[in-house]
């Protein structure tokens, strides 16, 4: 779904050249044939079949919302779905252990860490005879299809198991376990796998199921001991999960602006000690009152000796003398409620994971369904458990930059932008040209961490810095400063908008920018905000023809709530609104569950944009999500009501249903409201709020840190080019299209795109673009709340081998 943080595997899915973003590149490899269950409708492909699920391994948060959208969508096409309680346990063991699953008994888990279910390790499976009597436990309940969430040791078990299935059929044949009519019912056992693993160890996936909530525990974590730590100007060791896999350090470091990570794929340099040391130094003579250090558990030096929390401690109070404390998070990294973006990558992997199974031939092999970017996809499974012990092959053998590689792309540009930002130095030797920054529109979390990496990476470049305070109303009117490296140092995690910023346009005060511009010796602009930041550029370009002084290159970088900038998948702040909406709708589910017969109108932020409304409601398992780009009429909100009224006839006697703010001018939150207020009379109440601005402030989410820090040091690496590049005789001079670009996530690429050339993408009357990915979510919404309506299978993903890929990171910084 999204790649801010995503780990993209270095043996990545083979796409149709169609299919392809710009700037992707894909090696040679074969596309399996289209699977043949082709046109048959979603609603009836399940009839007659039946699909077991189970977890297994270490939990991770985002299992249960799995577990409840292989039930949902497993009972929507018609299948019988089973529960296997305790992991490959209960498949052993049977009885009760494996029981129907219905409907209500999923309800309220989506918002539940760990696992409902249960997971065990399970030593009887890995035996043949365990195996036997999993075997048997299946074929006498007619399963043929079997959903594995857990780790790649859980997967290969599954894989496995598929290989065995007509060995173990003939024996339990033989001995009289099961009758030839079973056996023969139960010919073939599809396996379809989910990755459920906080540590983000997997290749072929962007991001396992529970990393993002991992993050999340950590950084709350990471947030409330750099306060202690200021107070006493300590130096705080944090040790986080990670035996063989550095991804929660990496996106932890980077998070928080550490001042050194330890990961098992890179080892520190023979004298580390000595740079740590040094490094810590200089950071509290820039005026910090604090060092943070995070370690991963498997860290280790360049011949395999382990480094440890203790020892990071014993040597910095030993040459440094500073007070020194260590954290080791444990298992609190896997407990908690699952982040929105692991609830909504788990439900859509649960819908994938349902049509794999009933899709599945005797010929296919066992899979693991994924997200590429924005993009399901199947992948062999034993390829990616391959690749995933290469990687481990890799570090034991000492060919640690082959790790990093196997690691992936975006693995490789994290570990790239954090030793920038860490450890290089500003050059004696400056560039000569300035580059100033400002934040445009509303405040956005992460805007602080885009403006951060800008200044910092600008500064590595040799640029003179300058900060633009209030937009492009402060640039008018000269509010800019010089802003220097130590300036910025702890913005990372601070929410809102510290230059301060408004929706002011520029073309009224063109005269004025332009005399600032020359006043300041202005080179290049970085924008960081929302969709007046994209209007604004298009302004200045418009400009260039009136005055020379808007000659210069300028990147916008899309940071808003509403996440409606066009070219963009994703805007900086868009993930933390989700993770407040989806907070406080799991409060208000909590007080209907209490009070019973009770509905909640939630209305979101996004103007006319449905985002926040459509993916809080995915992740919050609401019943209905009104947005503006699906007009609904009268007799819709009527069905709704309908619905609610049947609802509440189950077990599940409460409802919830979101309001994007703008869906429409007649039918408002108060008309609903009493709509449903009326209509419900005598059979259920209801209630309503108004999220507002509370969407806008907070904390940002580790992917907005993480996202805002990538996309502000991409920016200033396009600008330092671009500058260049435009540079005549000392003079910059910058008017083709390809000069005022805006970068935007496109599926899995970071990309530059003219900001004229998405004009013919915008709908400016409504602010958003004329083309919206996430639109294509809505009907799993629909299918999770139990709506009989028709999913479209045309655009699901068919198998597809791993390739091999020339492994470059994205760019230069």
């Known amino acids: 779904m999204r790649t801010g943080t995503s780990k993209e595997s270095s043996l990545e899915p083979v796409r149709s050249a169609e299919q392809v973003p710009q700037g992707t590149q894909t090696g040679a490899g074969r596309k399996m044939p289209p699977s043949p269950a082709g046109p048959q409708h979603a609603e009836t492909l399940g009839v007659g079949k039946a699909i077991a699920v189970l977890t297994s391994g270490g939990d991770a948060q985002g299992m249960n919302a799995a577990v409840r959208a292989v039930v949902r969508v497993g009972m929507y096409t018609g299948a019988k779905v089973f529960f296997v309680c305790e992991g490959y346990q209960g498949l052993v063991d049977g009885g009760d252990h494996i029981k129907e699953a219905t409907w209500e008994s999923v309800s309220m888990m989506l918002q539940l860490g760990g696992t409902v279910i249960g997971s065990a390790r399970c030593q009887d499976f890995r035996t043949r005879e365990g195996r036997l009597r999993a075997a048997r436990n299946l074929v006498k309940r007619g399963i043929t299809n079997l959903c594995v969430i857990g780790g790649d040791g859980s997967l290969t078990g599954a894989d496995t198991f598929r290989a065995e299935w007509g060995g173990l059929l003939a024996e339990l044949l033989k001995t009289g376990g099961i009758t030839a009519e079973e056996a023969q019912r139960s010919s073939h056992l599809n396996i379809v796998g989910m990755v459920g693993s906080i540590d983000n160890d997997f290749c072929g996936t962007d991001m396992t199921i529970g990393t993002d909530s991992a993050l999340h525990r950590i950084i709350e974590i990471v947030d409330a001991i750099t306060t202690t730590a200021q107070s006493h100007q300590r130096t705080f060791v944090l040790e986080v999960m990670g035996r063989h896999c550095g991804y929660l350090a990496l996106i932890t470091a980077l998070a928080c602006g550490a001042d050194w990570v330890f990961i098992p794929e890179s080892p520190p340099e023979d004298d580390w000690e000595e740079h740590l040391c040094r490094r810590l130094a200089e950071t509290r003579d820039g005026g910090s009152r604090l060092n943070i250090i995070i370690v991963a558990e498997g860290a280790i030096d360049k011949h395999g000796k382990a480094i440890t929390s203790d020892d990071i401690k014993t040597l910095v109070v030993k040459r440094l003398g500073y007070d020194t404390r260590v954290t080791i998070l444990g298992h609190v990294q896997r407990g908690g409620t699952p982040s929105a973006f692991d609830r909504i990558l788990a439900s859509r992997m649960g819908v994938e994971a349902v049509m794999a199974l009933l899709e599945g031939t005797p010929d296919t092999p066992a899979c693991v369904v994924s997200l590429s970017g924005n993009q399901a996809v199947r992948l062999p499974l034993m390829e990616c458990v391959q690749v995933t012990k290469d990687v481990t092959t890799a570090m034991n053998e000492g060919r640690f930059e082959d790790a990093v590689k196997l690691r992936g792309r975006s693995f490789q540009n994290n570990w790239n932008v954090y030793k920038l930002l860490a450890h290089i130095r500003p050059p004696a030797t400056k560039s000569g040209y300035t580059v100033a920054v400002l934040n445009v529109g509303a405040p956005a979390a992460g805007m602080n961490a885009a403006v951060r990496a800008t200044v910092r990476i600008g500064l590595i470049h040799g ?135 009770r509905v909640f109108i939630i209305e979101t932020m996004g103007g006319f944009c449905g985002y926040l409304a459509t993916m809080a409601g995915l992740a919050a398992g609401a019943d209905a999500a009104y947005i503006f780009e699906e007009p609904f009429s009268s007799r819709d909100l009527q069905a709704n009501v309908d619905h609610l009224i049947e609802k ?88 083709t299209a390809d000069s005022a670009c805006l970068l935007g996530m496109r599926k899995r690429s970071l990309v530059f795109q003219p900001i004229a050339e998405l004009r013919q993408q915008t709908d400016f009357e409504h602010r958003i673009p004329k083309e919206q990915w996430w639109l294509k979510l809505r009907p799993i919404l629909k299918i999770l709340a139990k709506y009989n309506i028709e999913l479209d299978t045309s655009e699901t993903a068919h198998l597809e081998h791993l390739t091999r890929k020339v492994l470059v990171p994205e760019a230069t910084l």
């Open 463 to 597: 640029h003179r810095m300058l900060a633009v305070h209030d937009g492009f109303e402060g640039l008018a009117f000269g509010m800019v400063e010089e802003i220097g490296w130590n300036t910025v140092g702890s913005w990372t995690g601070l929410g809102g908008s510290k230059l301060g910023t408004k929706r002011t346009l520029p073309k009224k005060y063109f005269e004025e920018i332009s005399a600032n511009i020359s006043k300041f010796g202005i080179h290049g602009l970085v924008i960081i905000g929302g969709f007046e930041a994209f209007t604004g550029g298009l302004e200045l370009v418009e400009g260039r023809a009136r005055f020379e002084e808007l000659c210069i290159p300028l990147c916008i970088v899309p940071a808003t709530v509403s996440n409606n900038v066009p070219g963009s998948d994703f805007s900086i702040g868009a993930d933390t609104a989700l993770n407040t909406i989806t907070t406080t709708c799991d409060l208000i589910k909590q007080s209907a569950a209490g009070t019973k017969r």
């Open 648 to 735: 509440m006839k189950t077990t599940v006697k409460r409802g919830l249903v979101l309001r994007n703010e703008r869906c429409n001018e007649n039918y408002t939150t108060d008309f609903i409201y009493n709509l449903y207020s009326e209509e419900g009379k005598g059979i259920f109440d209801c209630r309503k709020n108004i999220l507002g601005h509370m969407q806008q402030g907070g904390s940002p989410t580790p992917f907005d840190r993480n996202f805002g820090t990538k996309m502000g040091a991409k920016a200033v690496a396009w600008i330092t080019g671009k500058i260049k590049e435009c540079s005549r005789h000392g003079r910059i001079f910058a008017n």
